[in-house]
C-alpha cells in the first residue's frame, strides 16, 4: 500500500513531464517560399570572411531592427501632436499654462511644468503625461483622449520621445 501511494505520484510526475517536453519539440518548417541559406563552396582566392560579409548584399541592405511586435515608429509631427493640439492647448497653450505646462511646442512640452518632467523619453510607465492621460485624469474639459490616441502617445514615449 505504501509503494503504490509513492509509485503513483512518481507516475503521473513523468507522464507530465514527458508530455511537456514533447510539446517543446514539435518540429518547424521553414516556408517554401524562403529558401535555406547555403554556404558556396571555398574558392582558391578567398577573402577574410569580414571583407565578404561587407560586400555582401545581404549585409548592407537589411533593414533597421523594426520596432517592438507590432508596433510602428510614432512621429511627434504626425501622430502625436495632432492630439495635444485639439485635445490639451486649451488649457496648456497660449497665453497662460495650467501648472506651467505648455504643448505649444515639442521643447515646451519636454520642459515640463511647474511639477518637474512630465515626459521621460522611453519609459511611459514613469512619464505623468502617460499616466494622466491613461487614467482619463485629463483633459479635465472636453472629450477624454479614446484608447488608440493613449496608446499612439505611450508608444511614442517608450521609443525615445523623439522629435520627429
Not at 541559406?37 to 537589411?62: G, K, L
Not at 511611459?124 to 479614446?146: D, F, H, W, Y
Amino acid at each position: 500500500m505504501k509503494t503504490t501511494r509513492t509509485l503513483i505520484p512518481l507516475i503521473v510526475s513523468l507522464i507530465f513531464v514527458l508530455a511537456l517536453s514533447a510539446c517543446g519539440t514539435q518540429a518547424t518548417q521553414v516556408p517554401a517560399a524562403e529558401p535555406a541559406a547555403t554556404q558556396p563552396p571555398p574558392t582558391a582566392d578567398v577573402q577574410p570572411a569580414a571583407v565578404t560579409q561587407a560586400a555582401s548584399p545581404e549585409m548592407t541592405e537589411s533593414p533597421a531592427p523594426a520596432p517592438a511586435a507590432g508596433a510602428s515608429t510614432v512621429s511627434f509631427a504626425r501622430d502625436v501632436y495632432p492630439i495635444l493640439e485639439s485635445r490639451c492647448l486649451n488649457c496648456h497653450g497660449g497665453d497662460s499654462t495650467r501648472e506651467g505646462l505648455s504643448v505649444k511646442t515639442y521643447a515646451d512640452l519636454m520642459a515640463g511644468s511647474d511639477n518637474g518632467l512630465v515626459i521621460v523619453p522611453g519609459d511611459a510607465a514613469n512619464s505623468l503625461l502617460v499616466e494622466l492621460i491613461a487614467n482619463q485624469k485629463m483633459p479635465k474639459r472636453g472629450a477624454k483622449l479614446t484608447p488608440p490616441q493613449v496608446q499612439l502617445i505611450t508608444d511614442w514615449v517608450n521609443q525615445g520621445a523623439l522629435e520627429n
